[in-house]
Structure formats: structure tokens, C-alpha cells
């Protein structure tokens, strides 16, 4: 699917569904995927894609950063710097990354036995995504990988015809050969990773979604099941966007954003301003019933540890808004005192605000500073009675007077409102 039609179907389904239905439970990741805390908990992740089709793909795919086209599959696999990669994502402080393990034409990065079996050609020699995971191992960062259960339709009639893509349904061949690349998958990788996110929307007519889930949790019990563009829960846990829509509205699914215009590196450059990501990070992160992984910021690398124009400095950027908010982001849930719903617009949104796993701290993100001294907030809406409060960046008082239907919070004389986001801690 090409990048505008994702956004219109995501943005469409953004608007159709309002605020998203409340995920299930989510269940703990089993010790070995390392997981101390659930999808719930994710705030900042990255989203690559580094795609090779082997055939015209009117889309575009990775190409050299010279603009040179990639010639295999193995020169793709082959040029990839999985230590750069992860490395890049750490310096916004990603906590998770999502890669792709293939994108059109299913191309997987790694020596596929099921897809030498039914898809010979299909496969590199390296096995890029054991690399992905042995860089992101030693940053501490989880990885998540990016499958496409319905990407049938990106073959060729030869190769559907070998998978039984063209059967109809209930797609018997199709559904076997699937899931047998799956759990060949797992198998594989499944005690290193958190998650898989699955694209095209996992249509009922195509897919046998029970099959799917049973297959991945039979072998990796706990593990993040995520949906682009939609929730089929007979297969997946949380729903996720996809979209090239400016950051304006929060959204309490996961939400993917290409930070240079498209999803993969051609010879793009930066489009979004790191504040403004840092502040839809902290968005994302503020609303009312999110349902985790908060925004994966999207963008692919060129090969040979090569990056479109901007990206490393928007990472190092976001890296520092991120590192000064400290425990206002990571470790928190939505404030209950200052609601923030789901579609809040991020532009011309004065505040949002965050709380403390335990609910004792309120962290407020002052987005738009004040004319004067003094930001006026109204009431808690649960009721909280605050008595104190201080900024978070170098611990200076702040004035706090309470009334009936508002709170009043006053710089000190030698403090001022910084220009994208004063965090003030009230306890």
C-alpha cells in the first residue's frame, strides 16, 4: 500500500473510530524477551523500513544515498549497519524499535527455510534481523518486527500461484505456507523480541486470524500482537496508525510518522522539526485510555550506515528534549487531575500533563508560554488537592494558589517559561 493511501485509510479510521475501543489486557512478556513492562508502557519507538522488491515497485524502495538502486536482495542485506541503526534510534531514546523483516514481495532478511521452500530467491544469506537484535540487545532496546499477513498481493501471478494467493477463499494453501513462515519466525526469533506488527489490516477474507494469533502465542506466549490501521482482535491486541499527516492530533493507538515524507530512505530530507516531535511524543503520552506504544518515529536507512539529510541531528535533538523531561515521559500514565482526550489537536494546545506510576506527582507541560508569570489551570478533575510545586529543570518553587474552580501557578522572579515545553511537578 503506498504512503497516501495509508494515511487516508488511517486518518479516515482515526476519524470513524474516535476514540479507540480499550484494548485487552495486555499479559507480561515472558523473561526471555526481557520485558519488564508491557506495550502499555512504551512512549518512543522507531520504525524502519529497509525494503528490497526485486521488481518494479511504483512506490520506491531503499535505494543507495547516492540515488543508486539497490541490484539485490543480498546487496541490501549485506550493506545494512545494524549497530548504526540502533545506535541512531538510542540517541531519541527510543524504547523500542519496529523493523522490517520484509516489506513488497516478501523479501525476508534472513536464510528462510520455509521461503526457500515455497519461494526460492526470496531469502537473504545474512541474516540481518539476528544482527538488528544483537545492536539492539546491547542498547537495552526492544525490537518489534513488521510482517504483512496479506502481502500476496505484492507477488508476482507465479509466485501467487505457488502459495495458492489466487485459490479463494478460505485461502487453505495460502494460510498454511503463512504460517509456517511465521513459526519458522518465532521459532527463531521469539525469545529475543517483544512483538510483531502486522500490516495490510489482516483482512478476515484473506487471513485465518485465530490460525495467526495461535501460531505466534503458542510459541511465544505474551507477545505484543499490534495492528496497523485497525483492531481484528480474533488476531491482535493493540491497533497503531500509519500516517504522513503533520502531528496535530494525539491519537490512543499507537501512532507511526515518517519524519522525511516517506518510509523508506530515498534522497529525502527531514521535514518535522524535532520540538514539535517532542511534543507529540509527550501528547501521546498524556492521553485519556491510550492503549501503548505511544509514536514510532519513521524513518529507513540508506546502506552502508547512511542517513537522508537531518535525520541523525532530529535524533540527537529529540534526544536532549527527551533526556530533559526525565520521569515527566518515561514511567508515567495519563494525569487524572488534567485530562487530555483522545484527537486533542497538539497545535495551539497550551498543556498537557502526566502522573507518577503511583499517582503522588502530577507533571505539567506548559506548551505555550503565558503573557505573564502566572498560568492559570482550572480545577483537578478528579478532585486531587496539590500543596506544593516546583519546575522540574533546576528545582525552583513555583507559586501555587488553590480555589474552588482553579489553580493558579507563578513563576519565581529569576525563572522564566521555556520556549517548547516548562515542566512544572506538583505534588
Given at each position: 500500500?503506498?504512503?497516501?493511501?495509508?494515511?487516508?485509510?488511517?486518518?479516515?479510521?482515526?476519524?470513524a473510530l474516535g476514540s479507540a475501543p480499550a484494548a485487552t489486557n495486555p499479559v507480561a512478556l515472558p523473561?526471555?524477551?526481557?520485558?519488564?513492562?508491557?506495550?502499555?508502557?512504551?512512549?518512543?519507538?522507531?520504525?524502519?523500513?529497509?525494503?528490497?522488491?526485486?521488481?518494479?515497485?511504483?512506490?520506491?524502495?531503499?535505494?543507495?544515498?547516492?540515488?543508486?538502486?539497490?541490484?539485490?536482495?543480498?546487496?541490501?542485506?549485506?550493506?545494512?549497519?545494524?549497530?548504526?541503526?540502533?545506535?541512531?534510534?538510542?540517541?531519541?531514546?527510543?524504547?523500542?524499535?519496529?523493523?522490517?523483516?520484509?516489506?513488497?514481495?516478501?523479501?525476508?532478511?534472513?536464510?528462510?527455510?520455509?521461503?526457500?521452500?515455497?519461494?526460492?530467491?526470496?531469502?537473504?544469506?545474512?541474516?540481518?534481523?539476528?544482527?538488528?537484535?544483537?545492536?539492539?540487545?546491547?542498547?537495552?532496546?526492544?525490537?518489534?518486527?513488521?510482517?504483512?499477513?496479506?502481502?500476496?498481493?505484492?507477488?508476482?501471478?507465479?509466485?501467487?500461484?505457488?502459495?495458492?494467493y489466487n485459490d479463494g477463499a478460505p485461502y487453505q494453501r495460502y494460510n498454511d505456507f503463512y504460517n509456517?513462515?511465521?513459526?519458522?519466525?518465532?521459532?527463531?526469533?521469539?525469545?529475543?523480541?517483544?512483538?510483531?506488527?502486522?500490516?495490510?489490516?489482516?483482512?478476515?477474507?484473506?487471513?485465518?486470524?485465530?490460525?495467526?494469533?495461535?501460531?505466534?502465542?503458542?510459541?511465544?506466549?505474551?507477545?505484543?500482537?499490534?495492528?496497523?490501521?485497525?483492531?481484528?482482535?480474533?488476531?491482535?491486541?493493540?491497533?497503531?496508525?500509519?500516517?504522513?499527516?503533520?502531528?496535530?492530533?494525539?491519537?490512543?493507538?499507537?501512532?507511526?510518522?515518517?519524519?522525511?515524507?516517506?518510509?523508506?530512505?530515498?534522497?529525502?530530507?527531514?521535514?518535522?522539526?524535532?520540538?514539535?516531535?517532542?511534543?507529540?511524543?509527550?501528547?501521546?503520552?498524556?492521553?485519556?485510555?491510550?492503549?501503548?506504544?505511544?509514536?514510532?518515529?519513521?524513518?529507513?536507512?540508506?546502506?552502508?550506515?547512511?542517513?537522508?539529510?537531518?535525520?541523525?541531528?532530529?535524533?540527537?535533538?529529540?534526544?536532549?528534549?527527551?533526556?530533559?523531561?526525565?520521569?515527566?515521559?518515561?514511567?508515567?500514565?495519563?494525569?487524572?487531575?488534567?485530562?487530555?482526550?483522545?484527537?486533542?489537536?497538539?497545535?495551539?494546545?497550551?498543556?498537557?500533563?502526566?502522573?507518577?506510576?503511583?499517582?503522588?506527582?502530577?507533571?505539567?507541560?506548559?506548551?505555550?508560554?503565558?503573557?505573564?508569570?502566572?498560568?492559570?489551570?482550572?480545577?483537578?478533575?478528579n478532585g486531587h488537592r496539590f500543596t506544593a510545586a516546583h519546575l522540574l529543570a533546576n528545582h525552583h518553587?513555583?507559586?501555587?494558589?488553590?480555589?474552588?474552580?482553579?489553580?493558579?501557578?507563578?513563576?519565581?522572579?529569576?525563572?522564566?517559561?521555556?520556549?517548547?515545553?516548562?515542566?512544572?511537578?506538583?505534588?
Open positions: 500500500m503506498n504512503a497516501v493511501a495509508r494515511f487516508v485509510i488511517a486518518f479516515a479510521l482515526g476519524l523473561a526471555s524477551a526481557g520485558a519488564a513492562s508491557s506495550f502499555y508502557d512504551m512512549h518512543l519507538g522507531m520504525f524502519a523500513h529497509y525494503m528490497y522488491p526485486a521488481k518494479s515497485y511504483q512506490y520506491g524502495a531503499t535505494i543507495w544515498a547516492d540515488g543508486s538502486p539497490m541490484r539485490s536482495l543480498d546487496e541490501l542485506a549485506d550493506n545494512l549497519d545494524a549497530d548504526d541503526l540502533v545506535a541512531t534510534a538510542k540517541l531519541m531514546h527510543a524504547q523500542y524499535l519496529i523493523f522490517t523483516t520484509s516489506h513488497a514481495n516478501m523479501n525476508v532478511l534472513f536464510p528462510s527455510a520455509v521461503m526457500q521452500k515455497y519461494l526460492p530467491g526470496h531469502t537473504s544469506k545474512r541474516d540481518v534481523l539476528r544482527d538488528i537484535i544483537r545492536a539492539a540487545q546491547a542498547q537495552k532496546m526492544r525490537v518489534v518486527w513488521y510482517i504483512h499477513p496479506s502481502d500476496g498481493h505484492d507477488f508476482s501471478k507465479e509466485d501467487q500461484e505457488r502459495v495458492g509456517e513462515y511465521v513459526a519458522e519466525l518465532v521459532d527463531r526469533y521469539g525469545k529475543d523480541v517483544s512483538g510483531y506488527f502486522m500490516d495490510g489490516g489482516v483482512p478476515k477474507r484473506i487471513v485465518d486470524g485465530a490460525r495467526l494469533r495461535t501460531t505466534i502465542l503458542s510459541r511465544q506466549p505474551g507477545a505484543w500482537l499490534i495492528q496497523n490501521g485497525g483492531l481484528n482482535r480474533t488476531v491482535n491486541d493493540f491497533g497503531a496508525y500509519e500516517t504522513l499527516e503533520p502531528p496535530y492530533r494525539g491519537a490512543n493507538w499507537a501512532v507511526n510518522k515518517p519524519i522525511t515524507g516517506e518510509w523508506w530512505a530515498l534522497t529525502n530530507s527531514v521535514i518535522l522539526c524535532p520540538e514539535l516531535a517532542y511534543r507529540y511524543t509527550v501528547l501521546q503520552a498524556s492521553l485519556k485510555d491510550l492503549q501503548g506504544g505511544g509514536v514510532g518515529w519513521s524513518f529507513g536507512p540508506h546502506p552502508g550506515g547512511h542517513w537522508e539529510l537531518g535525520v541523525r541531528s532530529f535524533c540527537e535533538r529529540l534526544g536532549i528534549l527527551v533526556d530533559k523531561a526525565g520521569p515527566s515521559l518515561f514511567d508515567t500514565r495519563p494525569s487524572q487531575s488534567f485530562v487530555t482526550t483522545n484527537r486533542a489537536p497538539l497545535i495551539g494546545l497550551a498543556y498537557v500533563a502526566t502522573e507518577s506510576r503511583d499517582g503522588k506527582k502530577t507533571y505539567l507541560h506548559a506548551f505555550l508560554p503565558p503573557q505573564t508569570p502566572t498560568l492559570e489551570l482550572p480545577a483537578p478533575a518553587r513555583v507559586d501555587l494558589q488553590v480555589n474552588t474552580n482553579s489553580i493558579h501557578l507563578t513563576l519565581g522572579r529569576h525563572d522564566r517559561w521555556d520556549d517548547t515545553d516548562t515542566i512544572i511537578v506538583l505534588e
